[in-house]
Structures are given as C-alpha cells and as structure tokens.
C-alpha cells in the first residue's frame, strides 16, 4: 500500500508558480546605476544551461565617445554569461548579436548610430561585419573542460557587408548544413527598411534572399522543427516570424517566412517563402516556442501574439494563441474557444514564452506589472499569477541562476530582472519565482523476491 501511494503521488505532484520574491542580488555586472539613466534599447537571455546565462544588454548612451550628433545616441552592447557562479562581461561600442549554433559561432557588428537624416553627421561607417567561426564539434566533446582556442575550430576571416546602415534585429539559423543570418534594417540614405537574408556558402556570406518593408521589423524570432514526409523523408523545417511597425496599425501583424530541406536527399524544398501572413492590429509583441506534450505526440509549435486596439478612450489588449498545423502547413487557433484571450485595458510591453513550472508559462508584460499565464495545448492561456511594482517597467528580462542555499533549496532558479521608472528615478529588481507542488519522493523500484513470487 506504501509503495503505491509513494507511486501515485509522484506521478500527479507537479511543480506551480506560487509566488514572488524580491531578493538581494548582484546586478552590477548587468547594469550599474549610472548605466541605468541610459536609453534602454532592449534586454535579452539566452539560458545555455542550469543555473548558467548570457544576457544581452542594448542601450543608446550619449556623451563624448558618441560622434552620432548632440540631438542623439550611441548604440552600446553588453554580454553578461554566467557559468558556475563566475560572470564575465564583455562590453562592445557598437550594435553586436552574437549567436551560436551547432556547428558555428556567428557575430554580427554593426557601427552605424544614425536614425534619421539628422542623426547621420559622423554616424559611424555604414558597413556590417559578420565574424564566423566553424566549430569542432568531435574534438569539443572529447576535450570537453580543457577546450583550447586550437580544438575550439576554424576562425574565419572577417566579412565587410557594405551599404547596411541601422540595424534593428538579427537572427542566426542553419538550414540543412548551411548557416543563415537574417538581419532586419531600418534607417538608410535613399533606403527603404529590407529583410535581408545572408547564407554562408564556404567560407563567404552571399545575399541570398531580400526583401522591401513598408515599416520597420520590430520582432523577429526563429524555430526549427522536424516532421515526415509522406514518402517518409524526414523534412527540416525553419520558420522566421517577423513583426513590422506600420502607421496604419490595422494592417499590422506576423509575417512567416519559411525554409524546408529534405534530410534524406540532401535537397531543398523551400526557400525564405512567404508562408503565412497573420493578421494583428495595433501589435506589441510575440513569442514562438515549441511544447512537448507526450513522448507519443508530435511537439506542438506555438505563436502567441500580443497586441491591442484603442476603443471609447480605453486599449483593450488581447492575446492570440495559435498553433501549427502539420496538415494544413499553417498556424491556427487552438481548437477551443480560449485561443483569444483579453489581457485587460492597458497596452502590452512584451512577451516571452519560458517554462519556469512542469507547465509551459506564458509571460505577458504590462507598464506595471508581469502575469505569468499556464499554456494548454488545444485549450490557449490560463492566469496563474502576477507580479505588481510601484512605477513603471522600463525592460525586463526571465534567466536561470544558482543561488545560495540561505536563499533556496532548489538547484536552480528563475528570476526576473527589471529595470524600473519611479518618477524619473531609475532602479533595478531581482525577482525570484517561488514554485510550489513539487514532491521528491523515492522512486518506487518493485522486486519480485520481496513479493513472494
């Protein structure tokens, strides 16, 4: 009878959001206090790991090391990666993405600090560097600690791309073997804002796909994801959703783009097509992520899409949930009658999609307050709870740490990084994500002998 309780509940205990928790953390490898005066351009977490993170950090600083002109900004970039409670930061004068996938490590650096015709007086060159580097992957895993810059890979030479002024967004992606960096422009001399698509083909970057915006990207976010053919061949598919800011916000919405490479034959199928437009007035933000729900199911791929309408004086803000069909190549609502959800009546800041329980969580952000919502697939969003601050959410950011056992027992954990707006007065906040639910019992291991049989 023990041994079938101790089986049953760990079979239904499951880990929930509870609560919050303000904690004392170190956050000036992050931002120190004068850093915070400064234009938040964005914040950004790549998790590589338990209890280990890069963040990403985007301001626009002015001052005598900007030469962009006295009505404007510099573009900074810092990388703050954490690893086995050691920070090291990289601090860089310039727009820098830095991405890593399976078999490179890619950095994009754009110069460039204008914005508009006013800004353009020495504004920096306008010309992109992308630096590359093939990863060896056999001698990676072999040596494992002890990787030395000879068993890291091949360093290849610096590629100029000339004529690419303001950089807003990139993102880097392998389509069969071949990496992708897609970059997103927006202010150029005699320009319109481009999606560009370049493909390392050897040891060169080729524009190998572009296209012409009629507003600037706001968003972009990848996926890639396997499924079979009828014929059985096993087909590669990417998918890039981007999000384009328009005047006429009653036109805007996503827009994927989509690549498919047949694993079996070595062949493409599709190359950077338009695969789907989805319409969503007045957006703000969105998230793709992909859910597992059973090792006997197919992972669902899902796209949830913030955005909001002004109506008698009032924004309504809602918060569309789709998921991709295997059948019909596209996104749909889920099939229940929660796939739209309203948020309430105030303009959504941000979106991301982050399991911080044994659910996957949706995070939605609003000037004052985070929600954390339980996705369910073929159902939408559920409200769980929220996090409330005095002020207003300037940026913020959901990673992994390790933390002291005076202040958790877990292994690791998630926290919040805000940067806050109290009257003018700027300040940081590190909030730890209390879970509740968990149970750790033994695992029940049945012996035939201590059965009699």
């Not at 900007?66 to 810092?78: E, I, K, P, Q, S």
């Not at 004529?163 to 960096?181: C, S």
């Not at 199911?297 to 796209?303: E, G, R």
């Not at 919040?416 to 291991?445: A, M, N, W």
Request: glycine letters at 6%; hydrophobic letters at 35%.
């Amino acid at each position: 009878a023990i041994q079938e309780e101790i089986y049953v509940a760990n079979k239904i205990g499951s880990r929930r959001v509870d609560y919050f928790d303000v904690i004392s953390y170190e956050t000036s490898n992050f931002l120190s206090e004068a850093d915070l005066t400064s234009d938040i351009l964005g914040i950004d977490t790549v998790n590589t790991g338990e209890g280990m993170f890069t963040m990403m950090i985007k301001r626009g600083v002015e001052g005598p090391t900007c030469l962009a002109g006295a009505d404007c900004t510099c573009d900074v970039t810092r990388f703050a990666s954490s690893c086995n409670g050691m920070v090291s930061v990289h601090d860089f004068s310039e727009t820098v993405y830095h991405f890593q996938l399976d078999s490179h490590m890619i950095t994009v650096i754009s110069e460039y600090d204008g914005t508009s015709d006013t800004c353009n007086v020495q504004a920096g060159n306008s010309s992109l560097t992308i630096e590359t580097v093939e990863l060896d992957t056999s001698s990676l895993q072999v040596h494992l600690g002890g990787t030395t810059a000879k068993t890291l890979g091949s360093l290849s030479c610096p590629i100029s791309v000339p004529d690419i002024y303001q950089l807003l967004d990139a993102k880097a992606f392998t389509v069969g073997k071949m990496p992708h960096v897609a970059l997103a422009t927006g202010y150029a001399p005699d320009q319109s804002p481009s999606l560009l698509i370049f493909t390392l083909i050897g040891s060169s970057w080729i524009l190998t796909n572009s296209t012409t915006l009629q507003g600037h990207i706001i968003q972009m976010t990848t996926i890639t994801f396997s499924q079979q053919d009828q014929d059985g061949s096993e087909i590669q598919v990417v998918h890039l959703c981007t999000s384009t800011q328009l005047q006429d916000e009653t036109e805007m919405g996503v827009t994927i783009w989509e690549w498919k490479y047949n694993v079996n034959s070595a062949s493409m199928i599709e190359t950077f097509r338009e695969a789907q437009f989805i319409s969503a007035p007045g957006l703000t933000s969105m998230d793709l992520f992909m859910h597992k729900i059973d090792n006997n199911y197919q992972d669902c791929i899902v796209l949830v899409v913030g955005y909001g309408f002004k109506l008698n004086m009032l924004v309504y803000a809602y918060v569309d949930t789709y998921q991709y069909s295997l059948e019909t190549g596209t996104y749909n609502y889920v099939i229940e009658n929660r796939s739209r959800s309203q948020m309430g009546y105030s303009s959504i800041t941000k979106i991301k999609a982050k399991q911080l329980s044994d659910d996957m969580n949706i995070l939605v952000s609003f000037k004052d307050k985070i929600q954390v919502y339980k996705f369910i697939p073929n159902y939408g969003i559920d409200y769980v709870r929220e996090f409330s601050v005095t002020g207003e959410i300037v940026d913020w950011t959901v990673f992994s740490d390790t933390l002291p056992r005076t202040q958790t027992s877990e292994h690791f954990s998630f926290l919040f990084y805000l940067i806050l707006d109290h009257f003018g007065e700027r300040s940081s906040k590190v909030v730890k994500v209390c879970g509740d639910g968990t149970i750790q019992l033994p695992e029940v291991v049945y012996n035939p002998d201590n059965l009699g049989f």
